[in-house]
């Protein structure tokens, strides 16, 4: 399939620059994928919209400051984007003006830390080892929150807490698992009052998720790996509603290919694990039964996969509908709700 198909008209004006005032506080787009019908609501009703047995499945990841800002030796600008810890301290890293070291001094990073360039991994990515080498602490002190390019602002203190869920545990993440954003407290209890069980599941966010689609037809791109965890408390949940009968709902685009990723055949496998998913039209869903969902950027694989769930037709019609009612778009945007 070209590429070209997941696309829309989207008005610059609807790309959410700041997050809503309260998480629960963003619209809400129901879509029935049976029928197509659509509903307008709001999250802070979500609720209403779960049936009771259902399982939510949320990511639990944290987004580390992942985004230093640097200076080079001629007193250039120098950003990185930190998207895994290596095992021997390393970093695989965006840094798209960096090539391996050539001669000359290294550019230097808050606290007299030196980068070199030690790999390439293409793509833009590249190993990177500092001097002396940094850990999460050196982050949270010296980092930057890793926006999105479309959110044309710097990152505030504002942003240290709602880029990040209310149910974020384990670091790893260059990115917000999004549609995770929207939930408070709150409405995870009146989730648990209503019949609706939670459980977690772990993907660190990277390249595979973000990536843009570069080749014209969709099987020509290739899906970055990324690492997920499957807790054997999730295992329980998932197979039992499986076993049951009872649907399960995943929470963001990272969840659904965790599940989809993790399936044996007769149940999730647990423990750590690596994947490379690409969920397109024509896949058969195993685990997942209903999305809830941000709206994603055209032609990313995130719309894609959406596209696989519920009907490329189907999508776009959405789509243009939130763009008519003016709901707002991407990570600090609205949300949708596929049943």
Not at 272 to 291: A, C, H, M, N, S
Request: charged share 25%; with cysteine; net charge neutral.
């Amino acid at each position: 399939m070209k590429t070209s198909r997941f696309s829309f008209d989207l008005p610059p004006g609807l790309i959410a620059q700041e997050p809503a005032a309260e998480r629960e506080a963003a619209r809400l787009l129901v879509l029935d994928r049976a029928t197509g019908h659509l509903s307008h609501s709001a999250v802070r009703d979500l609720a209403a919209w779960i049936e009771p047995g259902t399982l939510v499945v949320l990511n639990d990841t944290r987004v580390r400051k992942a985004r230093l800002i640097g200076e080079s030796a001629s007193g250039k600008r120098v950003e990185l984007l930190l998207l895994e810890r290596l095992p021997d301290g390393a970093w695989r890293a965006i840094a798209g003006g960096l090539r391996r070291r050539g001669g000359g001094e290294p550019p230097r990073f808050a606290e007299d830390v030196a980068a070199q360039v030690v790999g390439d991994l293409g793509e833009g990515e590249r190993i990177v080892r500092f001097t002396p080498p940094i850990d999460e602490a050196y982050l949270e002190r010296r980092g930057h929150v890793p926006l999105p390019p479309y959110i044309r602002r710097a990152d505030t203190g504002v942003d240290a807490e709602r880029y990040q869920t209310v149910f974020a545990r384990r670091t790893g993440s260059a990115a917000a698992p999004t549609a995770g954003l929207h939930f408070t407290e709150r409405l995870l209890a009146e989730l648990l009052n209503r019949g609706v069980r939670t459980t977690c599941v772990t993907l660190h966010v990277g390249l595979g998720t973000f990536l843009p689609i570069r080749s014209d037809d969709i099987e020509g791109h290739v899906m970055h790996e990324e690492a997920y965890t499957v807790s054997a408390e999730a295992k329980a949940a998932v197979d039992s509603a499986r076993a049951g009968g009872r649907p399960v709902l995943a929470v963001g685009t990272t969840v659904v290919r965790t599940l989809e990723s993790a399936w044996d055949g007769a149940g999730l496998r647990e423990g750590e694990g690596r994947t490379r998913l690409f969920i397109t039209p024509g896949y058969e869903f195993k685990v997942v039964d209903r999305l809830f969902t941000n709206f994603h950027t055209p032609g990313s694989s995130l719309l894609v996969l959406v596209s696989a769930f519920a009907g490329l037709d189907r999508v776009l019609g959405a789509y243009r509908e939130a763009v008519a009612q003016r709901y707002r778009f991407f990570s600090y945007g609205d949300a949708m709700l596929i049943r």
